[in-house]
């Protein structure tokens, strides 16, 4: 072989068996490679799926805590129910007071009226005793006297029974006792002013007189002494 030939096969480069002889190294390294990476996923995946969650530690509480807790408990489940009545009986008070107040706020007013109704009444009574010659005037007097007894009437007032009734010092008003033996005793005997109830409330007593069967002694005369 001459030196020019060996300069040429030099410089030709690697032979077609030193690259596939590479080329298995490199796909060898490979493998190795992957198969490490999937027995290191597998371990990391076990010992993942391997773990247990930690123990939570319950607190331990004495008897004496327990009791205490449960005392708590219905101290204030207590203090609820109270509360709960106590709003309950001022819901009920205050719907109470609201209707008294619609029922019974014009007792006021009614009786700043009775006073004047009165004196008409006593008009018309004088009219009718002493014959008044005018006669339209009177009856004029006595319609509008019934038509005040028609409002009243609506506003839930109306006259006290009387006469022929027992005495009752809740609403009547005993002015003067008179000697009636063939009367009951305590009953009412006459009627000096009327009075009015308003719904069930007595709006002003009725002045009255009481029967009595005792003899009452006249005022300004001795008294009989015994001999």
């Known amino acids: 072989t001459s030196p020019n030939d060996k300069g040429k096969s030099s410089k030709s480069g690697p032979s077609p068996e030193d690259m596939e002889a590479a080329e298995a190294e490199t796909e060898e390294k490979t493998s190795e490679t992957r198969t490490a990476e999937t027995r290191t996923s597998e371990t990391r995946t076990a010992e993942t799926e391997t773990v247990e969650p ?4 319950e607190p331990s509480l004495s008897p004496e805590e327990i009791q205490k807790l449960i005392h708590d408990k219905e101290e204030q489940y207590a203090r609820l129910l ?17 209707a008294n107040l619609l029922r019974y706020g014009a007792d006021n007013a009614l009786r700043e009226i009775l006073p004047i109704i009165d004196n008409i009444e006593l008009a018309v009574d004088s009219a009718r005793v002493h014959g008044d010659s005018d006669s339209r005037l009177r009856e004029g007097v006595e319609m509008i006297l019934s038509q005040f007894f028609a409002v009243l009437e609506k506003l839930g007032v109306r006259p006290i029974e009387t006469v022929g009734h027992p005495f009752d010092p809740n609403k009547h008003d005993a002015l003067l006792r008179v000697y009636a033996p063939d009367a009951d005793e305590g009953v009412v005997m006459g009627e000096i002013r009327k009075g009015y109830y308003l719904h069930d409330k007595v709006l002003r007593p009725a002045q009255v007189t009481v029967g009595t069967h005792e003899p009452q002694q006249e005022s300004g005369q001795p008294s009989q002494e015994s001999e």
């Open 54 to 57: 930690e123990a939570v530690e």
């Open 82 to 98: 109270r509360i709960q009545a106590d709003f309950d009986n001022y819901r009920k008070r205050v719907q109470r007071e609201r």
